[in-house]
Structure formats: structure tokens, C-alpha cells
């Protein structure tokens, strides 16, 4: 097994969320099959958007994805994305901290809400 290479996110706004991971995190647009999905990549990695009619009913604490994350290959590119991320109006959920693992990461959500870890962890970036 080669560890998770893909994610889906169902989404409620498709451009608003191709725009956030193509200009804030740096992803390209690897597929588009129709106006409702995209599929982007870093390279060796595959983010699957899929846009939702809104419904209204979506119950706020059903059991669903925590966060996801996303690595970088030194502790210092965490503290930079962090400023580039302020830099452009996203407001951090959690300040980059150091874990007692070697780790260091930040928390920040997406147009939708979802919870995105940046992080380096030592024995895989």
C-alpha cells in the first residue's frame, strides 16, 4: 500500500473552491469531466471536488471528515504558509505548533468549512 493519495470533497460552490486550492494551496486543475466536478493534483496526489445542490438539511454534527493533510518536506514551510495564508485573508484555526513527535503543522479551513492540516511530520515528508 502506498499510503492515501486521494480525496473527495462534496463541495457547495465548485469555482469558489477550484479558486481557493488553485491560488491559496497551489494545486492544478489535472481534470474537469462536466461544470459539477474537478479533480486537482500536486503532482502525486489526486483532490477530487464535487459541487452539491444545497439542501439545507445537512445535520452540522454528523459523523463525516475531521480534517484532512496536506505535507510539506520541512518544519520552516509550515511557518511560511502560515504567513502566506494571513497574507491573503484566511485565518488560521490553529497558529503553527511544534508536537512532541517532531511534527509541525497548522490548521485552516476551505471555502465550505473543511479543516486542512499543513503539515511536516518527520518520518514521511
Not at 493534483?41 to 452540522?60: K, W, Y
Not at 475531521?66 to 510539506?72: I, K, S
Not at 491573503?88 to 511544534?98: A, F, R
Amino acid at each position: 500500500m502506498l499510503g492515501i493519495r486521494h480525496v473527495a470533497l462534496r463541495v457547495r460552490n465548485l469555482s469558489r473552491s477550484l479558486e481557493f486550492y488553485s491560488r491559496m494551496l497551489g494545486m492544478r486543475l489535472e481534470w474537469q469531466p462536466d461544470a459539477a466536478n474537478a479533480y486537482l493534483t500536486t503532482g502525486n496526489d489526486n483532490l477530487a471536488l464535487h459541487e452539491v445542490p444545497a439542501s439545507g438539511t445537512e445535520a452540522p454534527n454528523a459523523p463525516g471528515l475531521d480534517h484532512f493533510g496536506l505535507l510539506v518536506s520541512r518544519p520552516e514551510e509550515v511557518d511560511q504558509w502560515a504567513a502566506t495564508l494571513e497574507a491573503q485573508g484566511v485565518s488560521l484555526v490553529q497558529e503553527p505548533k511544534s508536537h512532541r513527535d517532531g511534527a509541525r503543522s497548522i490548521y485552516f479551513r476551505d471555502p465550505d468549512g473543511f479543516l486542512i492540516q499543513l503539515l511536516y511530520h518527520p518520518p514521511i515528508s
